[in-house]
T-cell receptor, first 117, second 113 residues
Framework: DTEVTQTPKHLVMGMTNKKSLKCEQHMGHRAMYWYKQKAKKPPELMFV???????INESVPSRFSPECPNSSLLNLHLHALQPEDSALYLC????????????????FGQGTRLTVV | GENVEQHPSTLSVQEGDSAVIKCTYS??????FPWYKQELGKRPQLIID?????GEKKDQRIAVTLNKTAKHFSLHITETQPEDSAVYFCAAKLNTGGFKTIFGAGTRPFVKA
């Protein structure tokens, strides 16, 4: 299984709603990532978890709240978003963060296309 | 922090010709350089990668070269085909200070039949 699975695929939410994005992998990867991608732009790193602990928060607004319940799951909780937060949210995982792992390739999920109205 | 610049932003290529995409990075501590292909509406997928202890790597029609001294790396696609039309992102990964992967802005080659 070399898949990173994200749900839902599409999400429309109001600015007062609370929703969650989910990401799951069963490759035994210990590093998991959230990226935000706007149209015609590269993925922009938001958060990195390593061994279920938050390793990097790229100064993301608190209306985005990540959670890593276990080594296979990564959530992104959304609350009071703005229309400019509409984007494709990509989850990724890799075997490890550090070079002691032979393979640091990151596998991406298909993404959740989020629209905030 | 690390900065990755990618050129060109768009590229017109005749089918069967070669295409080259170039990237530069700023932080000499970067030591892993993946290239991702992203088709419209789909996820980025790794097509080739290179580590800082290697100068060149080839996989069928694609090859990547790395010049550590100049902090340049390039993607070469030979015998281009219509299915090569996608967005290509280079990236550089730091092995220190947070292990971030920084992406270039992307290149959109258009393969003309």
């Amino acid at each position: 299984d070399t898949e990173v699975t994200q749900t839902p695929k599409h999400l429309v939410m109001g600015m007062t709603n609370k929703k969650s994005l989910k990401c799951e992998q069963h490759m035994g990867h210990r590093a998991m990532y959230w990226y935000k991608q706007k149209a015609k732009k590269p993925p922009e790193l938001m958060f990195v978890y390593s061994y279920e602990k938050l390793s990097i928060n790229e100064s993301v607004p608190s209306r985005f709240s990540p959670e890593c319940p276990n080594s296979s799951l990564l959530n992104l909780h959304l609350h009071a978003l703005q229309p400019e937060d509409s984007a494709l949210y990509l989850c990724a995982s890799s075997q490890d963060l550090v070079e002691r792992a032979r393979n640091t390739e990151a596998f991406f999920g298909q993404g959740t296309r989020l629209t905030v109205v | 922090g690390e900065n990755v610049e990618q050129h060109p932003s768009t590229l017109s290529v005749q089918e069967g010709d070669s295409a080259v995409i170039k990237c530069t990075y700023s932080d000499s501590a970067s030591n892993y350089f993946p290239w991702y292909k992203q088709e419209l509406g789909k996820r980025p997928q790794l097509i080739i990668d290179i580590r800082s202890n290697v100068g060149e790597k080839k996989d069928q029609r694609i090859a990547v070269t790395l010049n550590k001294t100049a902090k340049h790396f390039s993607l070469h696609i030979t015998e281009t085909q219509p299915e090569d039309s996608a967005v290509y992102f280079c990236a550089a990964k730091l092995n220190t200070g947070g292990f971030k992967t920084i992406f270039g802005a992307g290149t959109r080659p258009f393969v003309k039949a």
